[in-house]
């Protein structure tokens, strides 16, 4: 499941704004929420994936900076509470833009006829420039209304921090729970599934 904790980072930093009383009791939320899994007496949090993104409006090298360091940011802040658990942000995943097609899909699925308008206008431009720099600069310089709408609406969504937490729950099968599984499931006839269950758990910090 997902579950989404509303923070902010300092603008164009890599910190949280902890004068923000809510992004400091939304960061105390999600610690508390992986407590429980770290706390589980049938299992165990095997590890945690930190993931960043960027919106992006703004000059790619900084974007690529602004996502790298947020989820350094995180993840040090987990490590600080889950000294024993395996936690990383990796190289070749966190340097995440999200890219202003996505923006424009996001705009169409929304209600509001402009934000399906402006979507359309992101497009145009999207394909006609190529490459980050020259897409962020014609859209920046569409008009202010239209601009301003995608900012005020849009990006700030796309700007996330993900935190993948692995659980390990070990659970002893009964009898009919392992009947059914045998009749079921190829894989755990032949052997081939562990005897426990292993899922994903998702954050978002805002």
């Not at 770290?38 to 165990?44: K, P």
């Not at 949090?45 to 790298?68: D, F, H, K, M």
């Not at 987990?78 to 942000?89: G, W």
């Not at 006829?113 to 720099?133: C, M, P, Q, W």
Request: hydrophobic share 35%; aromatic share 10%; proline share 3%.
């Amino acid at each position: 499941g997902a579950v989404k904790y509303p923070g902010q980072f300092e603008l164009g930093e890599e910190t949280l704004n902890l004068r923000d009383s809510s992004t400091v009791s939304e960061r105390d939320n999600m610690v508390q929420w992986l407590e429980q899994y770290y706390n589980l007496t049938e299992g165990e949090l095997s590890n945690i994936e930190v993931l960043g993104y960027s919106s992006p409006e703004g000059s790619e090298a900084t974007n690529r900076r602004l996502s790298r360091g947020r989820s350094k940011t995180i993840e040090q802040l987990l490590k600080r509470h889950f000294p024993d658990v395996s936690i990383s942000s990796p190289l070749d995943k966190h340097d995440n833009i999200v890219p202003w097609t996505t923006v424009a899909d996001s705009m169409s699925m929304m209600t509001d006829t402009l934000a399906r308008a402006y979507a359309n206008e992101i497009r145009r431009i999207v394909a006609d420039k190529s490459g980050f720099d020259a897409q962020n600069r014609a859209i920046s310089s569409l008009r202010p209304d239209i601009y301003e709408y995608v900012k005020k609406y849009v990006l700030d969504k796309v700007r996330i921090v993900r935190v993948k937490a692995s659980i390990i729950t070990k659970k002893i099968l009964s009898r009919e729970d392992v009947i059914a599984r045998y009749e079921s499931d190829v894989k755990f006839r032949e052997g081939k599934i562990l005897p426990y269950q292993y899922y994903y758990i998702i954050c978002y910090l805002l």
